[in-house]
């Protein structure tokens, strides 16, 4: 019972670096997110997905960029690192309608 | 547009205190609420809900109850353990599926320490 699957779990990245952080979920939800968890800001949307093929932006979504070829995965590239980027990002899956989310257990992100 | 907001934290307790954490929401509709809890060093996972007003959603010995007529959704427990230290977060749904109206909205949280 692996759940949502997120790596890597931590990860120091220079300004302008390019990345992707990976999560994959085996339990067949059609709902897939991203969040950005930052002290006194709570969760924020970065972009999510309602399917294979489908993804939309959440609240936050500039310098991130998703695509969801799989059920399975739903990866987050960011295209050229900033500090503000700084953060812990959480996936999420759920079936549909997005209510009982499921976490994996986030990575923290350093922009230098 | 809708959104969620918590009472500030921390909140700090001793163990066997009664808890009550405070959440107001704006929604258009009718939401869906939430409360999500976080202990330390994991992803958020659901407490408890509640679809319509006045239904009271339970779980772990913490109870919310939908107030439709003062838009609240209070989070409260009889007697906290130390186990209980997390942070919670009150979340809603606008429960219209379609675009982003479907996506979860959550307050900032409420960190609580309880002491023995």
């Known amino acids: 019972n692996a759940g949502v699957t997120q790596t890597p779990k931590f990860q120091v990245l220079k300004t302008g670096q390019s990345m992707t952080l990976q999560c994959a979920q085996d339990?067949?939800?059609?709902?897939m997110s991203w969040y950005r968890q930052d002290p006194g800001m709570g969760l924020r949307l970065i972009h999510y997905s309602v399917g294979a093929g489908i993804t939309d932006q959440g609240e936050v979504p500039n310098g991130y960029n998703v695509s969801r070829s799989t059920t399975e995965d739903f990866p987050l590239r960011l295209l050229s690192a900033a500090p503000s980027q700084t953060s812990v990002y959480f996936c999420?899956?759920?079936?549909?309608?997005?209510?009982?989310?499921?976490f994996g257990s986030g990575t923290q992100l350093s922009v230098l | 547009g809708n959104s969620v907001t918590q009472m500030e934290g921390p909140v700090t307790l001793s163990e066997e205190a009664f808890l009550t954490i405070n959440c107001t929401y704006t929604a258009t509709g009718y939401p869906s609420l939430f409360w999500y809890v976080q202990y330390p060093g994991e992803g958020l996972q659901l407490l408890l809900k509640a679809t319509k007003a006045d239904d009271k959603g339970s779980n772990k010995g913490f109870e919310a109850t939908y107030r439709k007529e003062t838009t609240s959704f209070h989070l409260e427990k009889g007697s906290v353990q130390v186990s209980d230290s997390a942070v919670y977060f009150c979340?809603?749904?606008?429960?219209?599926?379609?675009?982003?109206?479907?996506?979860?909205?959550f307050g900032k949280g409420t960190k609580l320490s309880v002491k023995p």
């Open positions: 979340a809603l749904s606008s429960g219209i599926y379609g675009g982003s109206q479907g996506n979860l909205i």
């Open positions: 339990m067949n939800h059609e709902y």
């Open positions: 999420a899956s759920s079936p549909l309608p997005p209510e009982k989310l499921f």
